[in-house]
Nanobody, 117 residues
Framework: QVQLVESGGGLVQPGGSLRLSCAASGIIISIYTMGWYRQAPGKQREFVASINSGGRTKTFANFVKGRFTISRDNAKNTVSLQMNSLKPEDTAVYYC??????????WGQGTQVTVSS
């Protein structure tokens, strides 16, 4: 059974940093594009960042450009999201995403990120 398990969420003050990790099991992620999405209460789930299988092509949503970065370690079967200069608007549940195809994906259960003073 494929599982994506996020970790690293928590409470942080505005301007602070968090690093989220996604550990995959039941699947080898090295050939797949990976990404992160987030969903705040009352809002649609939205794209945050993605990274291609080789780790050389990264895409970011406009609202995180210059603040977040995405990386992967295929040897460890993990993908990470480094979040800096966090804002209260970043508060959301963050989900790990594996792109099998354009119409087929795997999702993690999510990890809560709360940015508040």
């Amino acid at each position: 059974q494929v599982q994506l398990v996020e970790s690293g969420g928590g409470l942080v003050q505005p301007g602070g940093s968090l690093r989220l990790s996604c550990a995959a099991s039941g699947i080898i992620i090295s050939i797949y594009t990976m990404g992160w999405y987030r969903q705040a209460p009352g809002k649609q789930r939205e794209f945050v960042a993605s990274i291609n299988s080789g780790g050389r092509t990264k895409t970011f949503a406009n609202f995180v450009k210059g603040r977040f970065t995405i990386s992967r370690d295929n040897a460890k079967n993990t993908v990470s999201l480094q979040m800096n200069s966090l804002k209260p608007e970043d508060t959301a549940v963050y989900y790990c995403h594996l792109r099998r195809t354009v119409v087929d994906a795997e999702w993690g259960q999510g990890t809560q990120v709360t940015v508040s003073s």
